[in-house]
């Protein structure tokens, strides 16, 4: 029996294939239960015993011989066929069974290439669902990162912007603060030049009293200087003694005198061109010791060392 060609199964999937090959199996199984009906049913029945051997009569040998030999034939005939029809429906059954088994195996075939395709197509998707996912994450991230850097430029923007702010008013108040202080120095310069100015006014209106104070205590001082030294200058002519004095001479003698004008210490510094005249006249000063000085300290020290003319 040739074996039979299952119809192609359609490209639908290897699902599809899967169940073709499951009815062509079962259509396979009950194939074979038929022919196992068939053969267990198809034994012949045995020949009936012939009525004429039965009978109690005188046979020809040669005849019953070649009936047993022809039954033996019909035997060997029947046994024959039998024996090729048993092989060629157990040939069928081999058959059979072997393409049921390699439609069994074919079918576990398809059935792992069905459940490979179908990991794979699990592991694709979840592959794709990874890789969504991971894109998914990525561009999460991504606008993340971005949110952050415009964030962080927002806040680098604001802090610029503040500290710019900040400087602007530092350096309003500095200036505002070199102004008032600019402001404050000119006005303590104008006041202290108002007051040095009113200072000077002051010390130059008592500078002037008090010279003019000093100019008049200098004028009442050289006045009761002026007696003393007309005074000195008697004494010193009471004493001069010079007996060949000649007309119109004079000198002028320096004295220095200390205290209660002792000591007394006379030089000529301007000559009258007459020598003996000059030391008689310096003689004369250290002869009038004590001099007459005033006794106010002030007004000796004004005159402890005087000029006078000695013209006698």
């Known amino acids: 029996m040739a074996r039979s060609r299952d119809k192609p199964v359609p490209a639908s999937g290897t699902g599809g294939r899967a169940f073709a090959y499951a009815v062509a199996i079962h259509v396979v199984v009950v194939a074979l239960l ?5 053969f267990s049913d198809s034994k012949p029945p045995l020949p009936a015993p012939q009525s004429s051997v039965m009978q109690a009569v005188a046979v020809d040998q040669r005849a019953v011989d070649a009936q047993i030999e022809r039954l033996r034939e019909d035997e060997l005939s029947r046994k024959k066929a039998l024996s090729e029809q048993q092989q060629r429906q157990r040939r069928e059954q081999q058959a059979a069974e ?3 088994k390699e439609l069994k195996a074919e079918q576990v075939a398809l059935e792992k290439k069905a459940k490979a395709e179908a ?16 894109q998914a994450a990525a561009e999460r991230k991504l606008a993340q990162a971005q949110a952050e850097a415009l964030a962080k430029e927002k806040a680098q923007a604001k802090a610029k912007a503040d500290a710019e702010k900040k400087r602007a008013e530092q350096a309003a108040k500095k200036k505002a603060a070199q102004e008032a202080e600019r402001k404050a120095k000119a006005a303590k310069a104008k006041a202290e030049a108002e007051v ?4 000077r006014e002051a010390d130059l209106a008592a500078a002037l009293a008090a ?9 009442q ?9 007309g005074q000195i200058t008697e004494e010193i002519k009471n004493v001069f003694i010079y007996p060949d004095l000649a007309s119109n001479l004079s000198c002028v003698i320096l004295v220095r005198m200390i205290p209660g004008g002792e000591g007394a210490e006379a030089r000529v510094i301007r000559s009258s061109g007459n020598a003996s005249f000059d030391r008689q006249a310096v003689i004369a000063v250290q002869k009038a010791a004590p001099l007459p000085v005033p006794s106010d300290p002030r007004l000796f020290q004004r005159m402890r060392e005087v000029e006078i003319v000695f013209d006698p």
Not at 34 to 38: A, C, D, L, N, T
Not at 119 to 134: F, G, L, M, N, S
Not at 221 to 229: E, K, L
């Open 34 to 38: 038929v022919v196992s009906v068939k």
């Open 98 to 100: 072997a393409r049921v």
């Open 119 to 134: 990991d794979k197509q699990a592991k694709v998707r979840a592959k794709r669902k990874a890789d969504e996912e991971k």
């Open 196 to 199: 040095e100015a009113a200072q």
């Open 211 to 219: 010279e003019e104070a000093e100019l008049a205590n200098r004028q």
């Open 221 to 229: 001082d050289q006045g009761i200087i002026q007696q003393y030294i």
